[in-house]
């Protein structure tokens, strides 16, 4: 578990490194309950929350479907 810091605002994060022309900058990587926030958005949200950020891809029903296309196309006619 890496460290996690707390900003001005009272928001917690976590300090990612990496190079950058030869130089090392930081990311802030915004945790929830000790999770990055995209791994809990993707864990917390609804179908319907998906639907209103465009993440399309995320939602159940959205995978559901394409299964189901993908069997309409072994239909011979």
């Not at 915004?30 to 995209?38: S, Y």
Request: hydrophobic share 25%; net charge negative; no cysteine.
């Amino acid at each position: 578990m890496k460290k996690v810091y707390t900003d001005k605002k009272g928001r917690e994060y976590i300090k990612e490194s990496y190079f950058l022309g030869g130089k090392m900058k930081f990311r802030r990587i915004f945790v929830i309950d000790g999770i990055p926030e995209d791994d809990f958005y993707k864990k917390n949200a609804t179908d319907y929350d998906f639907y209103l950020n465009g993440d399309y891809e995320l939602m159940e029903s959205e995978k559901e479907a394409n299964k189901h296309d993908k069997n309409q196309d072994d239909l011979p006619f």
